[in-house]
């Protein structure tokens, strides 16, 4: 449509046209993503059938039978309970180290300026290929991080291919990689406080833990909410760093809900299965998310300066 | 609050070197690592210092390794461009679909229009394989399995809503009375937009496209489903590389230093913007 058209159908169609306009233009974008809502629901209609796709002759609907046996299968209570893990624990520490380098690098020096602009670097590495970084630098034969763990006393420290260590070291990286996610909201948020109640506490001589737990984090609780939520979000979703690191393993100790849906879809070849496990997965995040979107757009119209 | 005592800012100072050098040291190390030949990076204890040699690079570029046991065919420069042909298209794509839409949410509070708009954020919020999965069969059917089509597609999970939201704000931060008067002055809506409004929010739509931009080059899982081997972007291909070159940790290096260095060169250009693009919108920097 051309301005010069708009122009002459403007005396008798501009009501309609004012009407139909908005929709005009946000269509496009919402059938490009429609075409991705009709997988969502084939996936519920997948999670509720015994479908193999080594056994396509056996497929038909078994109605509730794949979300049963997860009651008794101790795969699935695995994967709930290692996706669980991963993401409390990575949520807290990057929440906790993110807020204490954010406090850090608060005053507005231009050193600090520079290190908040560093630390950008791992969250803007792609997470599968960070995860291939810390593989090289933990590898047994050369890794670096190796070498350091045998100087303090750890020979033979295994890191991703020990069932005992996997955890932690996948840990390791989503913090390498995510902390600074974390820092750089809280940071903006820290810098948007007002003063006053600060430099009045300043000259009342109030304690600092005090001006802290009763003045900074109650300010600064829709940021920190935020970011958890947003974090918790992708976390308990999380599939590139465990999925290039380790595939999983070793054995299932870190098959967490999309890592476990994959292997299930293209190694077992159970769809049936594996529909099911994100289908809860997807549950989960629906009920984090409509938490999420109310703290977010609160946080967001105060930014548009519109509450 | 100028009266810290030299204990503290001695500690302050310590806790940030640790800082630093924790969240520097990988990037660095892996940079040090591409510039160095097998037989230094095998040797222990590590070497702080060594000869750079430029020859990793040199086999990724031209395609062929050369080893004891013979020469191998390194496929990386297609992963390469494979990342830049599909982040680009994708993100210009998401522009102009997103774009337009972004404005219509901002400008016009039509029937539903919230309803849409949270639609299409919760795409960045559910799990990637509840769609893909499915959308790997439906791919195969529809013959846009491996294809670039098929990708750019599903590019736009990431792309659509990042730019949606950043931009509908930026639209929203425009006075409407400045559109208003140039509309009573007799312009179509359509030059309005053109005129007045792309230009206003041109820096943010910049700043959102390059986010878009580093989200879809970071972007593992997608091409991890639905792409072979020739279409396999920079993520997928890295991994690919490390199963069947072994012990080429010399090239695995200098391939993990080129596929990071695009995204970490824009994410220090846009540095400004990207505290309210990684909150879509959320929170201002």
Known sequence: ?307 | MEHTSLLERILRGAALTLVVIFFMFPIVWIFMMSFQTNETILRIPPQLVFEPTLANYTALITGKLTTASGTLDIAFMRNLWNSVFLSTTSVAVALLLGVPAAYAFARHKFRGSEDIAFTLLSFRFAPALLVLLPLTLYFQKLGLANTYIGLIWVYQLICLPLILWIVRGYFEDIPADIEYAYRIAGHSWFATFRKIALPLAGPGIAAAGLLAFIFAWNNFVFALVLASADKQPVTVGALAFITSSGIQYGQISAAIVLSITPTLALALYAQRYLVEGLSLGAVKG
């Open chain 1, 1 to 307: 449509m051309t301005a010069a058209t708009m122009q002459r159908n403007r005396p008798s169609g501009f009501r309609i046209s004012k009407r139909v306009l908005p929709y005009v233009l946000s269509l496009p974008a919402l059938l490009v993503c429609i075409g991705i809502l009709i997988p969502f629901l084939t996936s519920v209609v997948y999670s509720f059938q015994r479908y193999r796709l080594s056994q396509p002759w056996a497929r038909q609907f078994n109605w509730g039978e794949n979300y049963l046996n997860f009651f008794t299968d101790p795969k699935f209570w695995n994967t709930l309970q290692v996706s669980l893990l991963y993401a409390g624990i990575t949520v807290l520490l990057e929440l906790l180290l993110g807020l204490a380098i954010a406090m850090l690098l608060q005053k507005r020096t231009t050193l600090n300026n520079f290190i908040s602009i560093m630390l950008l670097m791992p969250l803007m590495t792609a997470p599968a290929l960070a995860a291939l970084m810390w593989k090289l630098m933990t590898n047994p034969g050369f890794g670096v991080l190796s070498y350091l763990a045998s100087l303090i006393g750890l020979q033979d420290f295994r890191w991703a291919s020990s069932p005992s260590t996997a955890l932690f070291t996948v840990v390791l990286v989503d913090i390498w990689v995510y902390t600074p996610f974390i820092m750089i909201l809280l940071l903006a948020g820290l810098r948007s406080l007002p003063t006053q109640p600060f430099e009045a506490a300043a000259l009342d001589g109030v304690p600092r833990s005090f001006v802290f737990f009763r003045i900074t984090l109650p300010m600064l609780t829709p940021y920190i909410l935020t970011a958890t939520l947003f974090r918790l979000l992708d976390s308990i979703q999380q599939f590139d760093i465990i999925y290039a690191m380790t595939q999983g393993g070793p054995g299932d100790t870190l098959t967490v809900f999309q890592v476990e849906a994959y292997l299930n879809f293209f190694q077992s070849t159970n769809v049936g299965r594996s529909a099911a496990l994100m289908i809860i997965l997807w549950a989960i995040t629906y009920f984090l998310s409509n938490i999420f979107i109310k703290n977010w757009l609160r946080l967001r119209e105060r930014a548009r300066g519109l509450a």
